[in-house]
Structure formats: C-alpha cells, structure tokens
C-alpha cells in the first residue's frame, strides 16, 4: 500500500521560492504517474504538475515556466521547485499518484489517483 508524505510547505513573500517534497514508501511500480495537485482557499483542488516514470513532465499554464517537478528514485522523493511565487500559488499541496503512466489527456482528473498524501500548507503574501 503506497504511503506518500509531503514537506516543505510555509510561508513566503511574493516573488520568493519554496521547494515541496513528497517521500513515497509502499509504491513500487515500474509505470506510474505522480501529480502536484493544490487548493487555493475556498476554490476546487486543481492539478499543478505531473511527470511519470520516463521523467516526461506537464504544467498547468498557470505555473508553467515558474515551477519545477522532479524526482530523485534512489531517494524515492517527488519534488515541486516553485519559483517567483505569487499570492495566488497559495493553497494546501497534495502529492499524488498511480500505477500506469500518466493520461496526459486527462492528467489533471484526480479521480485517477489512489494514492494521496496529506498536504503542506503554502502561504504567499503581497
């Protein structure tokens, strides 16, 4: 049973940067995909970033060109490098997953994904 915790949440000023890791454990698959998803205050948790077992990567327009998702698998750790943050980055972080691949054409659809973790508060002010 996969078990994946997320870190590295806070607070920030506009403009600054904040790097989220996920450690998974119990999820071992050779095809997968593992998804950023947030939920900014009061709105719907929206996909952020997305990147599978190849390393190929997705974006929202959003966040695209200002935020980075990577992964380390000797380490077993996804990572979100978020840079330029502004005060609507701001949100509770989930990292996801699922055995598979990535549907790039409905990656953004949390349903997919069985595997969550519990969340890392971002705060960014103006």
């Known amino acids: 049973q996969g078990h994946l915790v997320e870190s590295g949440g806070g607070s920030v000023q506009a403009g600054g940067s904040l790097r989220l890791a996920c450690s998974v454990s119990g999820f071992t698959y050779s095809s997968y995909c593992m998804v950023w998803f947030r939920q900014p205050p009061g709105k719907k948790r929206e996909g952020v970033a997305a990147?599978?077992?190849?390393?190929?990567?997705n974006y929202l327009d959003a966040v695209s060109g200002r935020f980075i998702i990577s992964q380390d698998n000797a380490k077993n750790t996804l990572y979100l490098q978020m840079n330029r943050l502004k005060p609507e980055d701001s949100g509770m972080y989930y990292c996801?997953?699922?055995?598979?691949?990535?549907?790039?054409?409905?990656?953004?659809?949390?349903?997919?994904?069985?595997?969550w973790g519990q969340g890392t508060q971002v705060t960014v002010s103006s």
């Open positions: 990147i599978d077992n190849d390393g190929r990567t």
């Open positions: 996801a997953a699922e055995r598979g691949g990535c549907p790039w054409t409905t990656v953004w659809l949390e349903y997919q994904y069985n595997y």
